[in-house]
């Protein structure tokens, strides 16, 4: 059984910063397709950063330059580091294995892939 759970979320001003994580049981996201996504109030479930097996990432306009994701295969964790946080990143953050690669109406209820159960972000 796949499990995600994800830590780090939390409340910050403009500018500031934070590091999302995402460990899992019964997965391993090194060589794996992962990513992560939010959902933000009234808003559509939108992939942040998605790597595929062949290592292959992206990430949506709207964090490029701003936000960087990695891995620690040793530990098998994965982490989001978001940089000069603005108001309109404030959602819910999820971390989802073999998710979808586009962008959908909810995260909590997708049926494609294993999530987590996410965290706040909430930036004033």
């Known amino acids: 059984q796949v499990q995600l759970v994800e830590s780090g979320g939390g409340s910050v001003q403009a500018g500031g910063s934070l590091r999302l994580s995402c460990t899992a049981s019964?997965?391993?996201?090194?060589?794996?397709?992962w990513g992560w996504y939010r959902q933000g109030a009234g808003r559509k479930c939108e992939v942040v950063s998605r790597?595929?097996?062949?290592?292959?990432?992206d990430y949506a306009g709207s964090v490029k330059g701003r936000f960087t994701i990695s891995q620690d295969v040793v530990k098998n964790l994965v982490y989001l580091q978001m940089n000069d946080l603005k108001p309109e990143d404030t959602a819910v953050y999820y971390c989802?294995?073999?998710?979808?690669?586009?962008?959908?109406?909810?995260?909590?209820?997708?049926?494609?892939?294993?999530w987590g159960q996410g965290t706040q972000v909430t930036v004033s």
């Open positions: 989802a294995a073999e998710g979808p690669s586009w962008d959908s109406d909810s995260c909590a209820n997708s049926e494609i892939g294993y």
């Open positions: 019964g997965f391993r996201f090194d060589g794996s397709d």
């Open positions: 790597t595929t097996s062949d290592s292959s990432t």
